[in-house]
């Protein structure tokens, strides 16, 4: 009887199994047939009739029962192995499987881990790149009142233009009552019922607060304001103004009667010296309009330069900034606190560069400020000159060669 070798996962393994069985049923025939004729030659039968074939003899049919229950008791012990093996084998596989997965999964996780924390790393790092500073974090909360303060000035301005030029030209439209006269008795009103008193004056006429006595002739009344916080404040600087550019209004000159050439003349320099007049009193009108209130700032500002009131200590602490006060603030004034020099010295190169950077753009803001103001004053040198060379056009002879000295 041949066993076929059998195929399976370890064919290596299956082959030696082969293998052994086949010898070990050889090894079984042979001691069978030893069996037999040792037993022929205990009952004294001779060894002739021993290897002589007898075939109602059972010993060849139970030894081939014997090898055949052996030989299944030999498959089923291989069938029994090979199972065993193949359990086995898919045990290991599904381990070394398992295994694989969980290495793979603790991989996977230790890298998103280390990945999520150089994110976070770098969110921080850029994140305090980004951080401005506590000075930096002042001067934006002021520059968000830079457009509003600017549209305020502007407003202030052309509003101030208007009326003073109405009041130096006569202009029924501008004023209610126009002429010499009438802006004579207005003001002379004004100084007597409100910058005059009795006490500090002497003089019984007078019939103004002891508090706004003389407040039309202090420069402080203008030039000291950093914001107007009230129509008192705001008057008292459009008179000073008045004093110094325009302090009497002159009746314009009719057209109609000028005729001759004499007459042209006056009136044409008659109107010259009222757009020089207008000249000078839209210098005051330009410094009153930088301090207009315009953003409401107060509490900020308050914030950077503590117990804020006006001069003369009048005025709501919190009150609105004006353009004026606003770039004093984000300029000068908020250089005063040496917390200001300590942060400086903590900052960061980022936040170092930022707070340049602002720096730069207030000092550009200053510099467009001071351009405006120097167009005026070169309008007022040349307006000036004109005058000069007008006095001179005055002297005898320059006009008339006949009426020369001689």
């Known amino acids: 009887m041949t066993t076929q070798p059998m195929t399976a996962p370890g064919g290596g393994d299956r082959t030696i199994i ?3 069985k086949r010898a070990g049923m050889a090894r079984i025939v042979r001691g069978v047939c030893a069996a037999a004729v040792a037993a022929v030659a205990i009952a004294g039968a001779s060894p002739a009739e021993a290897h002589r074939c007898d075939r ?4 060849r049919a139970e030894a081939s029962r014997a090898i ?7 498959d089923a012990m291989e069938r029994a192995i090979i199972e065993a093996l193949r359990l086995q084998t898919g045990q290991l596989s599904g381990y070394t499987a398992q295994s694989t997965k969980a290495i793979t999964q603790a991989l996977d ?10 994110r976070e790393v770098e969110e921080t790092r850029t994140m305090n790149a980004h951080r401005p500073s506590r000075s930096a974090c002042s001067t934006v909360t002021g520059v968000t009142g830079l457009g509003a303060t600017r549209s305020a000035a502007e407003t202030m301005g052309r509003a101030a233009a208007e009326v003073e030029t109405g009041r130096i030209a006569s202009d029924r439209a501008v004023v209610a009552e126009a002429g010499s006269a009438a802006d004579g008795a207005a003001r002379l009103d004004t100084l007597t019922h409100i910058y005059c008193s009795a006490a500090r004056a002497g003089d019984g006429t007078c019939r103004g607060e002891d508090a706004s006595h003389g407040a039309d002739l202090r420069p402080g009344s203008l030039l000291d304001r950093r914001t107007f916080g009230s129509e008192a404040e705001l008057h008292a600087a459009i008179e000073l103004s008045r004093n110094l550019a325009a302090p009497v209004v002159h009746d314009p000159l ?3 009667s000028a005729e001759t050439d004499r007459e042209r003349r006056l009136v044409l320099l008659a109107r010259a010296a009222d757009a020089r007049t207008a000249l000078a009193a ?27 009131r006006s001069p003369d200590g009048a005025g709501a602490a919190d009150a609105p900034v004006s353009r ?9 004034r908020r250089f005063d606190d040496p917390g200001w020099f300590v942060a400086l010295q903590e900052m960061s190169t980022e936040s170092l560069l930022r707070e340049l950077a602002m720096l730069h753009a207030i000092s550009l803001m200053l510099d467009w400020e001071r351009f405006r103001l120097d167009e005026r004053r070169g309008a007022m040198e040349a307006a000036r000159l004109a005058l000069a060379t ?8 320059l006009t008339d060669p006949g009426a020369a000295p001689r």
């Open 56 to 59: 109602t003899d059972n010993d």
């Open 282 to 308: 839209d210098w005051f009108g330009h410094a009153r309009s930088l301090r207009a209130p315009g953003a409401d700032l107060g509490a900020w500002a308050d914030a950077v330069s503590p117990g804020r």
């Open 390 to 397: 007008e006095e001179m056009r005055r002297l005898p002879g």
């Open 68 to 74: 055949r229950v052996l030989t299944g008791e030999i």
């Open 18 to 20: 082969a293998a052994r």
């Open 254 to 256: 009719p057209l109609a």
């Open 109 to 118: 996780a230790q890298t998103r881990l280390q990945a999520q924390t150089a």
């Open 324 to 332: 004026y006060e606003l770039m004093e603030l984000l300029a000068s």
